[in-house]
C-alpha cells in the first residue's frame, strides 16, 4: 500500500526565484496541494498537471477557511495514501501555524515533514539592504507580531530596552499602538525603524523613518498589509549598506543592480 506524506512547504516571502530546491521537488511530486493566500501563485508552476489544488486562504479579518477544516483535509489525503503539500508564505514554522499542524499530523499519526522556507521578515529586511544583526549595534534579533490570539501582550519593556533588532509581522493595523507602547516602554524616539510591504515582489513598496515618525510616514505613503517593521539602529544602515553593495559588485552582476533596491519589473510567464 502507498504511504501518505503531508509536506509543511515554506514558499518563502513571494519572489518566487526565493524558493528553495527542496520545496520544488515537493511540489512536484505532490497529489494534493493546499496553498495559502500570501503564496505567489507562480509556485503551481512546479506542481503537477493532474495533481489536486486546494486554495486555504485566511487573510486577517476576511472569509477562511477553518484551520479543523485544513487539518481534517490532509490527514484525510495523506491517510489514503497521497502525498499533500501544505504551502505557506515565508517559513512554515515562524508564525505560520506549521507547529500546531505538526502536531495534530503527528497525533493522526501521519508521516510530517517541514521544509523550510525565507521568512519574509529576513527578507524583507535584506530587500532594503537592512541586515538583521551587526556586531556594532545588534547583538540579536528578536521576531514578534502584532496580532495575538487572545490580545495578550508583549513584554514591551523587554523589547524596548533588550537591545535586538524587532521585526514585527502582521503589525501594519496596530502600528500606531505597537509604536506607543515601545516609546512608553523607554525606547528612545530616534531609533531608526522601516516598514516593508510585499517585500521581494514587484510590487514592493517601504519607508524608512525613526520610531515616533513611523505611523505618519507610512499613512502618507499609503502603505498596508502584508508588511514587515523593523525597528533598531541597523535600520541606519539602509542606505549604507545597499551603498557599500554598490561598490563590491563586479561588472559580470552589474546588470543586476538594480535588484538590490527595487525588484524585477518583469517576470518569467
Ligand atoms: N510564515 C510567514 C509569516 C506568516 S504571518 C513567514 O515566515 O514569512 C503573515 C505575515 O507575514 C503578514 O501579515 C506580514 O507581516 C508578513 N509577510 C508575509 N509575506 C510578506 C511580504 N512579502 N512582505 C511583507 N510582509 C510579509
Not at 84 to 90: D, E, I, N, Q, T
Not at 185 to 204: E, F, I, K
Not at 215 to 226: E, H, Q, R
Request: one cysteine or more.
Amino acid at each position: 500500500m502507498k504511504t501518505g506524506k503531508v509536506y509543511l512547504v515554506g514558499a518563502g516571502p513571494g519572489d518566487i526565484e526565493l524558493l528553495t530546491l527542496k520545496a520544488v521537488r515537493a511540489l512536484g511530486i505532490a497529489d494534493v496541494v493546499l496553498i495559502d493566500d500570501l503564496v505567489n501563485r507562480e509556485v503551481l508552476q512546479f506542481v503537477r498537471a493532474d495533481a489536486r489544488v486546494v486554495e486555504v486562504g485566511k487573510r486577517g479579518g476576511c472569509a477562511s477557511t477553518p484551520q479543523a477544516f485544513i487539518e481534517r483535509l490532509m490527514i484525510g489525503e495523506a491517510g489514503a495514501g497521497r502525498i499533500v503539500a501544505r504551502v505557506k508564505g515565508g517559513d512554515p514554522f515562524v508564525f505560520g501555524r506549521g507547529g500546531e499542524e505538526v502536531q495534530a499530523l503527528r497525533a493522526a499519526g501521519v508521516e510530517a515533514e517541514v521544509i523550510s522556507g525565507i521568512t519574509s521578515g529576513m527578507a524583507a529586511a535584506a530587500a532594503l539592504g537592512i541586515p538583521v544583526t551587526h556586531r556594532d549595534c545588534a547583538r540579536g534579533v528578536t521576531l514578534l507580531t502584532g496580532h495575538t490570539r487572545n490580545g495578550a501582550e508583549p513584554n514591551w519593556k523587554a523589547l524596548a530596552q533588550g537591545g535586538t533588532t524587532l521585526v514585527i509581522y502582521m503589525g501594519a493595523s496596530r502600528l500606531a499602538m505597537i509604536v506607543a507602547e515601545l516609546l512608553a516602554a523607554g525606547m528612545p524616539s530616534r531609533t531608526p525603524a522601516a516598514m516593508v510591504q510585499n517585500a521581494t515582489l514587484p510590487s514592493q513598496r517601504s519607508v524608512i523613518s525613526d520610531l515616533r515618525s513611523l505611523p505618519t510616514a507610512v499613512a502618507n505613503a499609503g502603505l498596508g498589509s502584508p508588511a514587515i517593521v523593523v525597528i533598531g539602529e541597523v535600520a541606519r544602515l539602509a542606505a549604507q549598506t545597499a551603498a557599500a553593495c554598490f561598490e563590491s559588485l563586479d561588472s559580470r552582476v552589474r546588470g543586476n543592480d538594480k535588484l538590490v533596491f527595487e525588484p524585477k519589473r518583469e517576470r518569467r510567464g
